[in-house]
């Protein structure tokens, strides 16, 4: 009796254990498979870009500002960011200037081969609406409830943003239209925002004004790389003088920033390094500023598609990835 007692004790531990075995495989089946679908959603993944592009300036003899912004707005749609995901503000309509003898175009070069302004431009936020105010509140997300989706910087944590400015600037301060100004401090405040509310994953913030490089001096944030056109103490200077209309048409900075990007399309490898790399001082007439330090990756490894571009790269898989489906029940 005593000695079938102790098989059947025996057989009662292998069982808990066996039963415990299994318990402990399947919890760990589980986490795996979380761990997998957690790996292949994550966060810090990149799925989307964004562009912001603002001229800040007013009046006929700053059409140079509307023609960078136009340009940039030009470039980043042809390398395949739709008008979805572009905002795009124009503090004046030099288009229906009365001064302008080429009504209802924008030109970047004297030669006038393309018309900036054409069929396909959305602006979305124009003339008046350009303010510090509405600036903040597109970055940081703090619209009013009415606000239309064209004005709406609808970003996550997985997305790129190209933030581009260009006006007349100085010492750690834009002009917005004659009437008021942005400093550092704002721009930088507003970009912590939108990290800790998760709004970027990355930005690229580039400006072409006076003393550019003072605008990112005080940025704080994870993940930003800036680029400006002009060191403290200096002037960022037109280019391309059209005598037809009597005004200049471009900005140097931005003028070259462009000329590298003609010889990028959606599918290149050109890198962020490789168009910095390209900054004339004797050409641009100014000392372009760059700074890393808030930039985790290398400048050799981001392409500039990272920034300007829609197309992603997708992994093919040869076996279906386990989703966890359920079996129907009856």
């Not at 402990?24 to 679908?37: C, D, L, S």
């Not at 292949?40 to 800040?56: I, P, R, S």
Request: proline fraction near 3%.
């Amino acid at each position: 009796m005593n000695l079938f007692r102790a098989l059947l004790h025996l057989a009662g531990v292998f069982l808990s254990a066996y039963i415990l075995t299994a318990e402990i495989a399947q919890a760990a089946g589980v986490r795996n498979k979380k761990q997998k679908i957690a790996q292949f959603l994550d966060t810090e993944n990149h799925t989307n870009n964004w562009a912001v592009l603002v001229c800040t300036s007013r009046f006929w003899f700053n059409y140079r500002h509307i023609a960078n912004t136009l340009s940039m707005y030009r470039t980043v749609k042809r390398m395949g960011i739709p008008d979805s995901h572009i905002i795009l503000m124009l503090a004046d309509d030099m288009a229906c200037n009365p001064r302008n003898c080429y009504p209802a175009t924008v030109y970047d070069h004297p030669k006038k081969t393309t018309d900036l302004y054409g069929d396909n431009v959305e602006v979305d936020y124009r003339g008046y609406e350009v303010t510090v105010e509405n600036f903040i509140r597109l970055l940081t997300g703090r619209v009013e409830a009415q606000t239309p989706r064209n004005k709406r910087l609808l970003t996550d944590d997985k997305s790129n943003v190209f933030i581009y400015m260009t006006g007349h600037g100085g010492e750690d301060f834009l002009k917005f239209q004659d009437a008021e100004e942005i400093n550092s401090y704002d721009i930088a405040d507003a970009m912590q925002q939108m990290w800790e509310k998760k709004r970027y994953r990355e930005i690229l913030f580039m400006i072409d004004t006076c003393q550019a490089n003072t605008m990112f001096s005080k940025f704080y944030s994870p993940n930003v790389l800036s680029i400006g056109s002009s060191d403290k103490g200096e002037n960022s200077y037109s280019y391309f003088h059209d005598r037809d209309i009597g005004v200049s048409v471009i900005d140097r900075f931005t003028y070259y920033n462009l000329d590298f990007f003609e010889s990028v399309d959606m599918s290149s490898k050109h890198t962020m390094d490789e168009l910095i790399g390209t900054y004339n001082t004797s050409l641009i007439h100014s000392h372009p500023g760059v700074r890393t330090d808030l930039y985790a990756r290398e400048l050799q490894k981001t392409y500039l598609t990272d920034f300007f571009g829609a197309v992603q790269e997708v992994e093919l898989t040869t076996k279906p990835f386990p989703i966890g489906h359920k079996q129907a029940t009856v």
